[in-house]
T-cell receptor, first 116, second 113 residues
Framework: GNSVTQMEGPVTLSEEAFLTINCTYT??????LFWYVQYPGEGLQLLLK?????DKGSNKGFEATYRKETTSFHLEKGSVQVSDSAVYFC???????????????FGQGTILTVHP | DVKVTQSSRYLVKRTGEKVFLECVQD?????MFWYRQDPGLGLRLIYF???????EKGDIPEGYSVSREKKERFSLILESASTNQTSMYLC????????????FGSGTQLSVL
């Protein structure tokens, strides 16, 4: 079946540091890949997505590139801010389609804390 | 913007009680989902529904049931709550289209004592 593995957290950085959160996946075929973010006390919200190999998703200074050869979708940001402190989830879409559109498999989440 | 509303932010129940978690969305989405979120395990799908009165089991349906009598409302039912069901429960909705994003509610933290 499908699975998503994220790097262990928590990750603690100083403001303006470079961020990488690793994500690898196992799936048959060619899934779409997503990063969701959960700010304290809130539900998850979509950060970025990529739907085919070599696509780069980007939003709010975050980027991730869909690497089919390494089955990876690592999240990066060049300079983090205190407001980026949150839990980050990597996810992939179910491949069945039809009524299964929207079903996602999530990784375990990575807690990011950014200090001033 | 889409709003997904969960009826309670915090809930405390006793073992053996019947528990109802309610979720309402206001954007006419076909899909609705119930996930539970546990530290170190991420989100795991309990049930989802792609239409009124339609439901499908997710990865961890045991001990849960669902009801979708109206398109905007999706209820999660714990028939007889147990301590291992203490968790954060997240409801989400989406359109049935490829790569559509999920819209999440802010969650219900359920404690079963």
């Amino acid at each position: 079946g499908n699975s998503v593995t994220q790097m262990e957290g928590p990750v603690t950085l100083s403001e303006e540091a470079f961020l990488t959160i690793n994500c690898t996946y196992t799936a048959t075929g060619y899934p779409s890949l997503f990063w969701y973010v959960q700010y304290p006390g809130e539900g998850l919200q979509l950060l970025l997505k990529a739907t085919k190999a070599d696509d780069k998703g980007s939003n709010k200074g975050f980027e991730a590139t869909y690497r089919k050869e390494t089955t990876s979708f690592h999240l990066e940001k060049g300079s983090v801010q205190v407001s980026d402190s949150a839990v980050y989830f990597c996810a992939l879409s179910d491949l069945a389609g039809g009524t299964s559109y929207g079903k996602l498999t999530f990784g375990q989440g990575t807690i990011l804390t950014v200090h001033p | 913007d889409v709003k997904v509303t969960q009826s309670s932010r915090y809930l405390v129940k006793r073992t053996g009680e019947k528990v109802f978690l309610e979720c309402v969305q206001d954007m006419d989405h076909e899909n609705m989902f119930w996930y539970r979120q546990d530290p170190g395990l991420g989100l795991r799908l309990i049930y989802f529904s792609y239409d009124v009165k339609m439901k499908e089991k997710g990865d961890i349906p045991e001990g849960y049931s669902v009801s979708r009598e109206k398109k905007e409302r999706f209820s999660l039912i714990l028939e007889s709550a147990s301590t291992n069901q203490t968790s954060m429960y997240l409801c989400a909705s989406s359109l049935i289209r490829p790569n559509e994003k999920l819209f999440f509610g802010s969650g219900t933290q359920l404690s079963v004592l």
